[in-house]
T-cell receptor
Framework: NAGVTQTPKFQVLKTGQSMTLQCAQDMNHEYMSWYRQDPGMGLRLIHYSVGAGITDQGEVPNGYNVSRSTTEDFPLRLLSAAPSQTSVYFC??????????????FGPGTRLTVL | GNSVTQMEGPVTLSEEAFLTINCTYTATGYPSLFWYVQYPGEGLQLLLKATKADDKGSNKGFEATYRKETTSFHLEKGSVQVSDSAVYFCALSTVIYNQGGKLIFGQGTELSVKP
């Protein structure tokens, strides 16, 4: 049972490039989400999904796309990278996003630098 | 709106000292409250949680009590160890209509424990 996995661990992009951050979980969780972590700002929600085929925007969605074709995978796409997207990105999952008591399980993170 | 405020860090303590990290929140309804911990180079993991007023969450010697009257969820440990050095995040989860529960994080408090 690997939990939540993320690839790559590190990535450097040039302004304007696109890329996809991968996230997968093997716990059969319905709810998955992406956060970005910036110094002094905690974690902020980018996008989330309450099940396969269903996604919605979080607090800071601009510049990012997501899709959820399977229960296991929830990739995050940067369409045209900007220096303001330099951050550490975390994927998380929980059994059901409908329960506010649910624990969220986090991946190890992807550290992205945009030059 | 919903928000979480934590005491600013970094907090530096000697081994075996008493730890308090303050956390207060603003929320509509009846949120669940969480403390997550992030060890260096890793993702976040749940430390403890409380799902209703007056509940006490506890784990690994840490504890926090859900105080609705003061809207607080302060983290305490009687005797810290070097291995407790990490960043601690307070978070709340509250239902948003038709969107399930989402985590809202404080900015994080870095703890450094010296031998």
């Amino acid at each position: 049972n690997a939990g939540v996995t993320q690839t790559p661990k590190f990535q450097v992009l040039k302004t304007g490039q696109s890329m996809t951050l991968q996230c997968a979980q093997d716990m059969n969780h319905e709810y998955m989400s992406w956060y970005r972590q910036d110094p002094g700002m905690g974690l902020r929600l980018i996008h989330y999904s309450v099940g396969a085929g269903i996604t919605d925007q979080g607090e800071v969605p601009n510049g990012y796309n997501v899709s959820r074709s399977t229960t296991e995978d929830f990739p995050l796409r940067l369409l045209s990278a900007a220096p303001s997207q330099t951050s550490v990105y975390f994927c998380a999952s929980s059994y059901s996003g409908k329960l506010i008591t649910d624990t969220q399980y986090f991946g190890p993170g992807t550290r992205l630098t945009v030059l | 709106g919903n928000s979480v405020t934590q005491m600013e860090g970094p907090v530096t303590l000697s081994e075996e000292a008493f730890l308090t990290i303050n956390c207060t929140y603003t929320a509509t309804g009846y949120p669940s409250l969480f403390w997550y911990v992030q060890y260096p180079g890793e993702g976040l993991q749940l430390l403890l949680k409380a799902t209703k007023a007056d509940d006490k969450g506890s784990n690994k010697g840490f504890e926090a009590t859900y105080r609705k009257e003061t809207t607080s969820f302060h983290l305490e440990k009687g005797s810290v160890q070097v291995s407790d050095s990490a960043v601690y995040f307070c978070a709340l989860s509250t239902v948003i209509y038709n969107q399930g529960g989402k985590l809202i994080f404080g900015q994080g408090t870095e703890l450094s424990v010296k031998p």
